[in-house]
């Protein structure tokens, strides 16, 4: 019997190996242009969660990133939390800096691009109530990170060396994102100090690798920290990738996909 079961579960891992996922042919761009009816947008979630993120373009010829919101909080607006990573000389334009992307790859579960001001890269992959960016800085010059409030209320604060978090309200709703860095924060610098809803937050010229990884919630900063330490308590990229993979593959695979062309899987 147990010589039966073995047999068994090696003949099931054998047919699971050469099993076709689905994921590949998930293509969130599609249904980003929108002629009479707002567009979708092309989010990096998890299924059924209640992080969602996306590259913040004006439309869908836009060729530059204004911000990357921390979540998208309704199905196609309310955006809270702005993060764009910039490298280079701070000038009062620094605080309306918008990226020209390339090679930008994006899927349910990663996302990546390139920036053609700087050569900087930007990776994302997501948690269902967290989110991860690595930044891989090219050129030896200042970095920083801009956070800001997409709102008319909210503030951002730098709580020690390593850690932002913040509030923001729309439509009488608050939500809360804390957030962590791997490298000290050198120097902050509000775009206007009584308010401080848009900060730059100086990483220094040494680190070309910067990771920063955030929670968020609806209840108060001190649950959005539990959020991001319960699903990413490490600083490891690539297994936040590997697992954000696994969710989307075990859902997607309950999908049974007979014939048609790997195009028209990809637009089904």
């Known amino acids: 019997m147990f010589r039966y079961l073995f047999l068994s579960s090696l003949f099931f891992l054998f047919l699971k ?58 199905h196609r607006r309310h955006l809270a939390f702005a993060f764009l990573p910039l490298s280079g000389e701070k000038n009062p334009e620094t605080w309306n800096t918008r990226l020209t992307y390339f090679q930008e790859k994006l899927s349910p579960y ?11 890269l930007l990776e994302f992959s997501p948690q269902s109530r967290s989110g991860y960016f690595k930044v891989h800085f090219k050129n030896n010059m200042d ?15 730098v709580s020690n060396s390593r850690n932002v978090s913040g509030f923001e309200e729309f439509e009488g709703i608050k939500i809360f994102f804390y ?13 206007n100090s009584s308010d401080k809803m ?3 937050a100086g990483v220094g010229k040494q680190n ?21 330490l319960k699903e990413i308590p490490e600083w ?13 593959d075990k859902t997607l695979s309950q999908i049974q996909v007979k014939g048609g062309s790997d195009a028209q899987k990809r637009v089904f």
């Open 17 to 74: 190996g050469f099993s076709q996922s689905n994921l590949p042919y998930v293509d969130p761009s599609i249904g980003g242009v929108g002629i009479i009816l707002e567009p979708t947008r092309p989010t990096v979630h998890l299924p059924n969660s209640m992080l969602r993120f996306f590259p913040q373009r004006r439309d869908h010829l836009d060729d530059q990133i204004g911000n990357f919101p921390l979540t998208l909080t309704s």
């Open 236 to 248: 490891d990229f690539e297994k936040v990738k590997k697992n954000a993979y696994a969710v989307w």
């Open 110 to 120: 990663y996302y990546t691009t390139s920036f053609e001001e700087s050569g900087d």
């Open 143 to 157: 970095h920083y990170l801009r956070f800001g409030i997409f709102n008319d209320k909210g503030e951002i604060w």
């Open 208 to 228: 070309k690798k910067v990771s920063f990884k955030y929670g968020i919630s609806f209840i108060s900063i001190e649950q959005a920290k539990k959020n991001l």
């Open 198 to 200: 848009w900060l730059l």
């Open 179 to 191: 957030g962590e860095t791997d490298t000290d924060i050198v120097s902050k610098e509000y775009r």
